[in-house]
């Protein structure tokens, strides 16, 4: 496993921007994701990316979010535009072994420790 750390971390109004870091303490050669969880719901897929730049989007952040990579740095980054209240959560960066757009977190075995996002309205 390849551990993982997200910074960027805010508050901000409806209608802003932000962006997550994520780093990765070593190569990942495989499919990174961004996953985030509210307050008393589940964890929920945003947004992955393949080694190669392929990406998949919740319909939810489709055309607001966007999802890079740096393989030189083993970094993604999530672009957060026009956020909205219920964007507010704790984003998650996660690793998968899979080479392919997998969106369950099931299939992702290594977890940083979250960025709190706030937007507020």
């Known amino acids: 496993q390849v551990p993982v750390a997200e910074s960027g971390r805010g508050l901000v109004q409806t209608g802003g921007s932000l962006k997550l870091s994520c780093a990765a303490s070593g190569q990942v050669l495989s499919t990174m994701a961004w996953f985030r969880q509210a307050p008393g719901k589940e964890r929920e897929f945003v947004s992955a990316?393949?080694?190669?730049?392929?990406?998949h989007y919740a319909d939810s952040v489709k055309d607001r979010f966007t999802i890079s990579r740096d393989n030189d740095k083993n970094a993604i980054y999530l672009q957060m535009n026009n956020l909205k209240p219920e964007d507010t959560a704790i984003y998650y960066c996660?690793?998968?072994?899979?080479?392919?757009?997998?969106?369950?977190?099931?299939?992702?075995?290594?977890w940083g420790q979250g960025a709190q996002v706030t937007v507020s309205s």
């Open positions: 990316i393949t080694w190669r730049g392929s990406t």
């Open positions: 996660a690793t998968t072994h899979f080479s392919y757009l997998a969106i369950n977190s099931q299939d992702y075995y290594s």
